[in-house]
């Protein structure tokens, strides 16, 4: 690949990074200015609703009993290792797929919003709830979108690229 051709690869990917980064972090400083604690706005009758919680654990408050220390360790010190690892991979391995190279950038892209929340503000702000009787949500923010596309593009990948083996046959 053409030197310059590759530095445009690394711009991109770094911009989509960027990108799910700054969309997250625009639409918790909304919330964080515009909705109070616990506040409750309908906004598709009750299925779609925005609620401001501020959540010191990780998916759906995992961890949050934790003592300080260890939820530090857990939840900021060892993602900031595996993002650092991540986009260390994302930009040195040549040959990923463009599909692979996409889902990792959202992935990662989430990822850094939710430990900058975590290093900046002690919490992650988290403000969008789904109710459909049959399916409901938890609350989540705008990096969980990043972070559910991200793997729900490598799932995609993996699934097209996946090799079926046959099944072998004794002689």
Same mark, same amino acid.
Not at 80 to 90: F, I
Not at 115 to 142: P, Q
């Given at each position: 690949m053409?030197p310059?051709?590759?530095?445009?690869?690394?711009?991109?990917?770094?911009? *989509?990074v960027? !990108?799910?980064? %700054?969309?997250?972090?625009?639409?918790k400083?909304i919330?964080r200015?515009?909705?109070e604690? %616990?506040?409750?706005?309908s !906004?598709?009758? &009750?299925?779609?609703i925005?609620?401001k919680?501020? &959540?010191t654990g990780a998916?759906l408050?995992?961890g949050?009993?934790?003592?300080?220390? @260890?939820r530090?360790?857990l939840?900021?010190?060892l993602?900031l290792?595996?993002?650092g690892y991540?986009?260390?991979?994302?930009t040195?391995?040549?040959?990923l797929p463009?599909? *692979?190279?996409i889902?990792?950038?959202?992935?990662i892209? %989430?990822?850094?919003?939710?430990?900058? /929340?975590?290093?900046v #503000?002690?919490?992650v702000? /988290?403000?969008? #709830? *789904?109710?459909?009787v049959?399916?409901r949500?938890g609350v989540?923010n705008?990096?969980?979108?990043?972070? *559910?596309?991200?793997i729900? @593009?490598?799932?995609? #990948?993996?699934?097209?690229h996946k090799?079926?083996k046959?099944?072998?046959t004794?002689?």
């Amino acid at each position: 690949m053409m030197p310059q051709r590759k530095n445009l690869k690394w711009i991109l990917l770094l911009l *989509m990074v960027a !990108l799910n980064v %700054g969309c997250d972090q625009v639409s918790k400083n909304i919330v964080r200015q515009r909705i109070e604690y %616990g506040e409750t706005i309908s !906004l598709v009758k &009750n299925y779609f609703i925005l609620t401001k919680v501020e &959540n010191t654990g990780a998916f759906l408050s995992a961890g949050n009993e934790l003592p300080t220390p @260890i939820r530090f360790a857990l939840l900021t010190l060892l993602p900031l290792a595996v993002l650092g690892y991540g986009l260390y991979y994302l930009t040195a391995k040549k040959d990923l797929p463009k599909l *692979m190279q996409i889902g990792l950038s959202f992935l990662i892209g %989430g990822g850094i919003g939710n430990v900058y /929340d975590r290093m900046v #503000h002690g919490s992650v702000t /988290d403000f969008m #709830h *789904m109710d459909f009787v049959i399916f409901r949500t938890g609350v989540f923010n705008v990096a969980d979108l990043s972070i *559910m596309t991200g793997i729900a @593009i490598l799932l995609i #990948h993996s699934l097209k690229h996946k090799v079926v083996k046959p099944a072998s046959t004794s002689s």
